[in-house]
């Protein structure tokens, strides 16, 4: 799917177009149908924060409490992985070297940003979102997300429309369990904001793997070994693109890792991993 621009005033029916007045009194009437929408709503589900629960004023958002204890990344990075380190850290005149994990195990898609440090402040979001059915979330998590894309598409140089987002797909029994993939909520809300092509299906996960937790990084990547494959009727979509992988959290890389090989063997320019939050390296 090709995700449009929800600012786009062609997608809008009642939007205003300029030199009509009709346009104008639509956008009006419009704008009252969904103030009285969102009030009801709010009459029949108060709404809470996306964190702890507490009620706030508006649907979907976060009570302060929970927004400013938030760590969202910011730099000094490592160019290769965008794991947070300290300005000390930073080589000495070479800020683009890798972090030492980078360099002794390079990643296989070239680069990964994220949104949030994993802690005991954004943890509630992705469980909220993974585990609690709030797939509204997506929405608000979506132009975070969509920001870093951007930042790494316009790194890589090319045309906005040769980047595709797709998300790091589920096995479809889990699917079928969770009745969602939240990696794929994430990855259409992300495409929509950037207004970049969305494909759900671009990845697929035909062999089914035991959940990671608990399990070292060597024990992941073991088990995620052949779990992927580019379907037949996707490969001509990968080939020579840069793809923009999506997921919920960045633990220790072998999903992504795995799911970069195989993007790299089906002709893909370039690969950044982009998720909300990543757990922090040791250290």
Not at 57 to 85: E, K, M, N
């Amino acid at each position: 799917m090709v995700s449009g621009d929800p600012s786009d005033a062609a997608a809008d029916p009642l939007a205003p177009v300029a030199g009509r007045g009709r346009g104008q009194a639509g956008t009006r009437v419009g704008s009252d149908h969904r103030s009285l929408g969102a009030r009801v709503l709010d009459l029949v589900l108060p709404p809470r924060c996306l964190g702890c629960g507490t009620l706030i004023d508006r649907q979907s958002g976060l009570c302060p409490f929970c927004w400013y204890g938030l760590s969202f990344i910011t730099h000094p990075v490592c160019p290769r992985c965008g794991a947070p380190r300290n300005v000390d850290a930073v080589p000495a005149g070479d800020p683009a070297e890798p972090c030492a994990a980078c360099a002794v195990r390079p990643p296989r898609f070239d680069h990964a940003r994220a949104v949030l440090v994993y802690d005991h402040a954004s943890r509630p979001l992705i469980l909220g979102l993974k585990y609690r059915d709030q797939t509204h979330a997506a929405a608000v998590y979506g132009p975070w997300l969509a920001r870093l894309g951007l930042a790494l598409v316009a790194d890589g140089g090319a045309d906005p429309a040769a980047a595709i987002v797709a998300p790091v797909p589920l096995h479809w029994r889990r699917l079928w369990a969770r009745r969602f993939n939240q990696a794929a909520l994430l990855a259409d809300a992300a495409g929509r904001a950037a207004a970049l092509t969305v494909v759900p299906d671009l990845l697929e996960r035909h062999r089914a793997t035991a959940p990671h937790r608990n399990r070292s990084a060597e024990r992941r990547r073991r088990a995620v070994a052949g779990a992927f494959r580019v379907p037949p009727t996707r490969r001509d979509a990968v080939a020579g693109r840069h793809i923009l992988l999506i997921d919920d959290v960045l633990t220790t890389g072998a999903t992504a890792d795995e799911c970069a090989r195989v993007l790299r063997a089906a002709g893909a320019r370039r690969i950044d991993l982009v998720t909300l939050a990543r757990v922090p390296p040791p250290g």
